[in-house]
């Protein structure tokens, strides 16, 4: 295998795309088509599976090169990407719960989430949504937003709560087969930014889940994570950052092209030597520099079995929160130093300016990270005692 399994032609051909995806308010199914066929939906799916056996870091790159160019179609593959190799890493792991994924997404399946949901800011720990026993399984009751891949998932992760003894509350963590009844996906995907993402809402009024498909029965809260809980965070806090790593990578491109392309009658030459110019492009600059090594580390980190400890939530939270923060303020000092042409709509930055504002509803927000960081320093993380693998 090559270093990177994306070619460039393919990564433009995304890229010639995403304009029209985002003014259409429509599904990336061109760019879903192309992907498919170089076989990136199997990049984390193992070898001995049929997969190409990609690791956090090598695909972390391969986002990050996707979402420089068509960071939504990138997003939305998160979601998939984040599903199989949340299940690859626990199978290295000597567990196998979660190797019945592997084997459908090597037959073509695709995986996506229906976690957010009003009220809880606490994704994965905490749930509104219902989760009820019955003979064989369990129905589940509640609304996610965010239902990412909407249009195209075979099969929906989800959870919810059994409240059934109130002393002892269960979370519940299954899969939902797109066939199956007693679930409907509500189309109201009309958003500020990320739009081919088309993350409708879905409504889970009962579905069934047979045992089977149920990954995970744990506690809440902080102190209920485990390995499963904090595999998760491990895949999806990473390739989130990458997402926001390549659209800020993308908006310094353009603004460094544009800065050179202007002029100003009172120089007679480039803005490039303009001394504020100069300043607002060193702090782009400084941003991604501070972004892209902490990322880095912590998912080399997470690979090669570094023992960070009570402090693996912080870790993971951060360098998501980080990188999202980062390539916010890096889209909108390109726009401040490229010009007026970025207010109109269609521009490509006025549309990474709008894409990268979404980064901070992806979990953790920002809310739960610095709580998380905060509790994680002071050792405080859950009453009991943390439990992070």
């Known amino acids: 295998m090559s270093e990177f399994i994306l070619s460039e032609s393919l990564i433009g051909n995304c890229a010639q795309r995403a304009a029209a995806y985002d003014q259409e308010n429509r599904f990336f199914f061109e760019d879903l088509e192309e992907l498919r066929a170089a076989k990136y939906l199997l990049a984390v799916v193992p070898r001995e599976f049929g997969g190409l056996g990609l690791t956090l870091g090598q695909i972390c790159q391969e986002q990050r090169r996707l979402a420089r160019r068509s960071a939504p179609t990138a997003l939305a593959l998160n979601m998939h990407l984040g599903a199989t ?97 007693g679930y409907r996906i509500v189309e109201n995907w ?20 047979p045992d089977r498909y149920v990954q995970r029965i744990g506690k809440p809260g902080f102190a209920g994570a485990d390995e499963y809980i904090l595999t998760l965070f491990a895949w999806f806090e ?45 702090r782009i600059f400084y941003e991604l520099e501070a972004m892209i090594p902490q990322v880095d580390r912590i998912t ?53 300016y709008r894409d990268a504002r979404c980064g901070r509803f992806h979990p953790a927000n920002p809310m739960v990270v610095h709580e998380v960081m905060g509790k994680c320093a002071l050792g405080v993380l859950a009453d009991d005692g943390p439990r992070w693998g």
């Open 85 to 181: 190799g949340h299940a690859a890493d626990l199978w290295r792991k000597g567990n196998a719960s979660l190797a019945w994924m592997l084997e459908e997404a090597a037959q073509g399946a695709i995986f996506a989430y229906g976690y957010s949901e009003s009220g809880n800011d606490l994704e994965g720990l905490y749930a509104a949504t219902r989760a009820e026993r019955v003979d064989g399984g369990w129905r589940f009751y509640g609304r996610r937003h965010f239902g990412s891949l909407s249009p195209v998932w075979n099969w929906l992760n989800t959870y919810g709560v059994d409240t059934s003894d109130p002393n002892d509350p269960k979370m519940v963590f299954a899969v939902v087969a797109r066939d199956s009844p």
């Open 300 to 352: 080399d980190d997470w690979m090669n079995n570094r023992d960070h400890g009570e402090l693996w939530p912080a870790k993971l939270v951060a360098a998501k929160h980080r990188c999202v923060e980062g390539a916010f303020k890096v889209a909108d000092l390109s726009l401040e130093v490229s010009g007026g042409r970025g207010m109109f709509r269609g521009d490509e930055l006025e549309r990474l």
């Open 190 to 209: 009309d958003t500020l930014g990320m739009r081919a993402t088309q993350s409708h809402d879905t409504i889970l009024e009962g579905v069934f889940v």
């Open 238 to 282: 990473p390739l989130f950052a990458n997402i926001y790593v390549g659209l800020a990578e993308r908006a310094h491109d353009l603004a460094i092209q544009r800065v050179k392309q202007k002029t100003s009658v009172a120089m007679g030459r480039s803005m490039a030597y303009h001394p504020e110019v100069q300043h607002i492009v060193a």
